[in-house]
């Protein structure tokens, strides 16, 4: 491969895998892969994604070349998104040149997030914990739902070296989830169940997954709009199964 | 209702938290949250049912969400996902389930089609606006290229 058409399309794939690693819609990895490589001196750039791997054919005036990357591992960082989609944006307008945007490109896929541990887990209580005072919870209702939902992010933090195991994670944490309210209920006879359970059960819903799906289906994607879907659809089932198994256990 | 209306504040913003939305747009995630599920309440309050103000609380969302995106340069589903998730039928779906494991399986079957109806009624909000907004920005660009020619 030619220098320049090897370095144009080491950048574009770069900001393209970036995108899909993070969280980011189908239809916008291809429209962005595209903008950067015009940007970066291509003629032609026809970029193909799905949620699992990216083939794109960049063509110069010196010749044309085809690659093609799979996506294995995925994990939800919008800022990440966010950052790729601004520099892209300045490439487009010329106020980026194509070798700084390679340098921030990697910064951006190996830069840290802006929150830690601690401060995800805490959210992730203040979900649990606030959707229960938006049911009319009581006091001790509130309290149990956000340690329970504190726990469910401890959890993806510890399940969070098998990622090949699909949907371990949600399947645990309704596990617990589960576990916590019933011990709950048992301490306290006066606490409602249910409200904990699906207080702590809130920052499970898979919100990416169906945003994008929808998002992709309209943009015209309609193989990645499925798959996004059937994601949803199946992280639905492993909550519910997680759920289901201990109450099932419990005779609830 | 303040103090509901402050935890679903708090309910986007933490969410927005856990996608890793960068921190100067977690507000207008929040808000934007609080904004459709106020409108779910309104249509609660006017006797309109739940599936109604699921379809309109996702339209009042989207299109607050498209709005911003446009207006901060940035990708609308950073505001669209911290929107939607206070309108999400968790206590249905989980009463569905309840249902099925204690073998009622009518009142599970009835709990299961308000769940998939108050989910599809989300999605049909999210799915009008963003078609609107995708037909516009195409026959914006169209008009671009056409001046340019």
Same mark, same amino acid.
């Given at each position: 491969?030619?220098?320049?058409?090897?370095?144009?399309?080491?950048?574009t794939l770069l900001a393209g895998e970036v995108l899909l690693r993070n969280g980011a819609e189908t239809y916008r990895v291809e429209e962005t892969m595209e903008h950067v490589g015009l940007a970066c001196g291509a003629q032609r750039v026809e970029a193909f994604v799905i949620p699992t791997g990216i083939i794109v054919t960049i063509s110069t005036e010196h010749g044309e070349a085809t690659?093609?990357?799979?996506?294995?591992?995925?994990?939800?960082?919008?800022?990440?998104? /966010?950052? /790729?989609?601004?520099?892209?944006?300045?490439?487009?307008?010329?106020?980026?040149?194509?070798?700084?945007?390679?340098?921030?490109?990697?910064?951006?896929?190996?830069?840290?997030?802006?929150?830690?541990?601690? #401060?995800?887990?805490?959210?992730?209580?203040?979900?649990?914990?606030?959707?229960? /005072?938006?049911?009319?919870?009581?006091?001790?209702?509130?309290?149990?739902?956000?340690?329970?939902?504190?726990?469910?992010?401890?959890?993806?933090?510890?399940?969070?070296?098998?990622?090949?195991?699909?949907?371990?994670?949600?399947?645990?944490?309704?596990?617990?989830?589960?576990?916590?309210?019933?011990?709950?209920?048992?301490?306290?006879?006066?606490?409602?169940?249910?409200?904990?359970? /699906?207080?702590?059960?809130?920052?499970?819903?898979?919100?990416?997954?169906?945003?994008?799906?929808?998002?992709?289906?309209?943009?015209?994607?309609?193989?990645?709009?499925?798959?996004?879907?059937?994601?949803?659809?199946?992280?639905?089932?492993?909550?519910?199964?997680? #759920?289901?198994?201990?109450?099932?256990?419990?005779?609830? | 209702?303040?103090?509901?209306?402050?935890?679903?504040?708090?309910?986007?913003?933490?969410?927005?938290?856990?996608?890793?939305?960068?921190?100067?747009?977690?507000?207008?995630?929040?808000?934007?949250?609080?904004?459709?599920?106020?409108?779910?309440?309104?249509?609660?309050?006017?006797?309109?049912?739940?599936?109604?103000?699921?379809?309109?609380?996702?339209?009042?969302?989207?299109?607050?969400?498209?709005?911003?995106?446009?207006?901060?340069?940035?990708?609308?589903?950073?505001?669209?996902?911290?929107?939607?998730?206070?309108?999400?039928?968790?206590? =249905?779906?989980?009463?569905?389930?309840?249902?099925?494991?204690?073998?009622?399986?009518?009142?599970?079957? =009835?709990?299961?089609?308000?769940?998939?109806?108050?989910?599809?009624?989300?999605?049909?909000?999210?799915?009008?606006?963003?078609?609107?907004?995708?037909?516009?920005?195409?026959?914006?660009?169209?008009? =671009?290229?056409?001046?340019?020619?």
């Amino acid at each position: 491969m030619e220098p320049k058409l090897r370095e144009i399309m080491s950048i574009t794939l770069l900001a393209g895998e970036v995108l899909l690693r993070n969280g980011a819609e189908t239809y916008r990895v291809e429209e962005t892969m595209e903008h950067v490589g015009l940007a970066c001196g291509a003629q032609r750039v026809e970029a193909f994604v799905i949620p699992t791997g990216i083939i794109v054919t960049i063509s110069t005036e010196h010749g044309e070349a085809t690659l093609c990357t799979r996506v294995k591992e995925r994990t939800i960082n919008l800022s990440r998104v /966010v950052k /790729v989609n601004e520099l892209s944006r300045r490439l487009s307008d010329r106020r980026l040149a194509p070798e700084q945007a390679r340098h921030l490109l990697e910064r951006v896929a190996r830069g840290r997030t802006e929150f830690n541990l601690g #401060v995800l887990i805490v959210a992730s209580g203040v979900v649990g914990a606030s959707y229960a /005072v938006s049911q009319n919870a009581t006091f001790w209702e509130i309290t149990p739902a956000f340690l329970a939902a504190m726990f469910i992010r401890y959890i993806a933090h510890l399940v969070s070296h098998f990622r090949m195991v699909r949907f371990l994670f949600e399947f645990l944490g309704a596990a617990s989830a589960a576990l916590i309210g019933i011990a709950a209920h048992q301490v306290m006879p006066e606490i409602n169940r249910d409200i904990v359970i /699906v207080a702590a059960l809130m920052p499970l819903v898979p919100g990416v997954a169906i945003t994008n799906s929808i998002r992709d289906v309209i943009a015209g994607d309609l193989l990645a709009g499925i798959s996004r879907a059937l994601e949803g659809i199946l992280t639905a089932s492993a909550i519910a199964m997680g #759920v289901g198994l201990i109450l099932t256990i419990w005779r609830g | 209702m303040i103090v509901k209306i402050g935890a679903i504040f708090f309910l986007s913003l933490s969410i927005g938290i856990l996608y890793r939305v960068p921190k100067a747009l977690l507000f207008y995630g929040a808000v934007v949250g609080v904004t459709g599920w106020l409108t779910l309440q309104a249509i609660l309050g006017l006797n309109g049912s739940i599936v109604i103000g699921c379809f309109v609380g996702s339209l009042v969302v989207a299109l607050c969400s498209e709005l911003l995106a446009r207006r901060l340069r940035r990708p609308a589903t950073i505001f669209l996902i911290p929107g939607f998730i206070p309108l999400v039928p968790g206590l =249905e779906g989980y009463l569905t389930m309840l249902a099925m494991v204690r073998g009622n399986y009518l009142e599970g079957i =009835e709990m299961a089609m308000r769940t998939v109806f108050m989910g599809g009624a989300i999605a049909m909000g999210i799915f009008v606006i963003s078609t609107i907004v995708h037909t516009v920005s195409v026959l914006q660009t169209r008009e =671009e290229k056409q001046d340019a020619s």
